[in-house]
């Protein structure tokens, strides 16, 4: 059923054109929510648009190594995968408007995620300049290294279905790290040694650049995709924006006036 519901929209989107005409030239990108991937630890490819006018639809295939990344399924109880993903607040005009998304595996096999998304009823499209993640999808990185996610039978379509063309769609080289942690710190030993140069240098009470944040607890917000209140990715080699998840406040040591006294 889940199938048929995305193959139905998809043709939609894709064949129910009432003329073709230059709408924008956009911008379209996949992008990890965090700079590093460990394997087995869920992270979110954010689909980020730009430069785009009366955008109304969006549907395209994103093409993936099975034997590298899984979907995350969002109903592991049940036979057919259902892809976790989240919808952001730009086709929904922050909530207001009613839009529909839907996503599965091309033929119930691992390798091809089909979706579409797009705005539903009498509804002009939304205008974007700057940079907006429409929806983030989640995945399960399997093994190390270099793995290379693309799009095909991709296409926009403005509120009046016409296809939005000269759209620039950029796929995403991922590097995936392993989750091997040889001194039991909590910590990746190739994370470590891509931000550290080693694996003594960290611990997982140690503060490299004394932010408040412990290098571990820098780790597990970077995994996570947080960014600091300021906005900021966490660094453990540069100083976060206190007052974020873990964040413990330095307190000085202060000697007591009155011990002083008994030295003065």
């Not at 209140?229 to 540069?238: C, K, Q, V």
Request: net charge negative; proline share 5%; charged share 20%.
């Amino acid at each position: 059923m889940k199938q048929s519901l995305i193959i139905c929209f998809n043709l939609f989107i894709l064949n129910t054109l009432i003329t073709v005409s230059a709408v924008s030239a956009g911008t379209v990108s996949l992008e990890s929510n965090t700079p590093f991937v460990i394997t087995n630890h869920p992270f979110s490819l954010e689909l980020i648009i730009e430069d785009t006018a009366d955008l109304y639809g969006i549907a395209f295939d994103l093409v993936y190594d099975d034997a590298s990344l899984q979907v995350q399924d969002n109903d592991p109880g049940t036979a057919e995968v259902e892809p976790q993903i989240t919808e952001g607040t730009v086709l929904n005009s922050n909530n207001t408007a009613t839009t529909f998304l839907r996503a599965a595996l091309k033929d119930k096999t691992p390798g091809t995620l089909v979706y579409g998304h797009t705005r539903s009823g009498d509804l002009s499209g939304v205008n974007i300049s700057a940079p907006v993640t429409t929806a983030r999808l989640f995945l399960v990185p399997l093994i190390s290294g270099t793995t290379m996610l693309s799009v095909a039978e991709e296409t926009l379509k403005d509120s009046e279905v016409n296809t939005i063309l000269d759209t620039v769609w950029n796929g995403i080289a991922l590097t995936v790290y392993s989750e091997l942690d040889s001194d039991g710190d909590g910590m990746s030993d190739e994370w470590e040694i891509a931000v550290f140069g080693d694996t003594q240098t960290a611990e997982a009470t140690s503060d490299y650049d004394s932010d408040g944040y412990s290098d571990y607890q820098e780790y597990l917000n970077m995994l996570n995709g947080e960014k600091d209140p300021s906005g900021n990715t966490y660094d453990p080699e540069a100083k976060n924006a206190p007052g974020g998840s873990g964040y413990v406040k330095n307190t000085p040591n202060i000697v007591p006036i009155y011990l002083l006294l008994l030295f003065d």
